[in-house]
């Protein structure tokens, strides 16, 4: 089973320093949002942090008010089974309707039921109808 949805991620642009994306999930963590999705990755000395929080309204604010510049960009959350072939599946549907992925990130625990992954595209409406058409 599939469940998608579109939401939002945020997105901070870093310099790529020891300890910035502790000091990040402290901020999250700390004032009792939970993390549902995160990905983070420097080049040179840049970094990039996007996540999906419980409450992204919730932690923009938290975070601007640590002066970090937050932006927000429109994803596609999908929850599926945690089984050999389902997002295989999902994204060969997704490539057959002629629609590129500009970025996917996810997880699942070892052993676990199901695995949230976040989608990106230049059409995340036309993602999320190809989705939910499976």
Not at 44 to 51: K, L, T, Y
Request: with cysteine.
């Amino acid at each position: 089973m599939t469940n998608v949805m579109l939401e939002s991620q945020l997105q901070i642009r870093v310099t790529n320093d020891v300890g910035t994306l502790a000091q990040i999930t402290n901020t999250i963590s700390s004032s009792g949002i939970n993390l549902v999705a995160v990905c983070a990755y420097a080049v040179d000395n840049n970094g990039m942090i996007m996540f999906v929080t419980e409450d992204n309204k919730k932690a923009k604010k938290l975070l601007e008010s640590k002066n970090y510049n937050v932006n927000e960009e429109e994803i596609v959350l999908l929850t599926l089974d945690n089984k050999p072939g389902t997002l295989q599946a999902i994204t060969q549907r997704i490539a057959d309707s002629g629609i590129d992925l500009t970025l996917v990130y996810g997880s699942v625990e070892p052993k676990g039921k199901k695995s949230q992954i976040v989608l990106i595209s230049e059409n995340n409406a036309a993602v999320l109808a190809v989705v939910k058409m499976m």
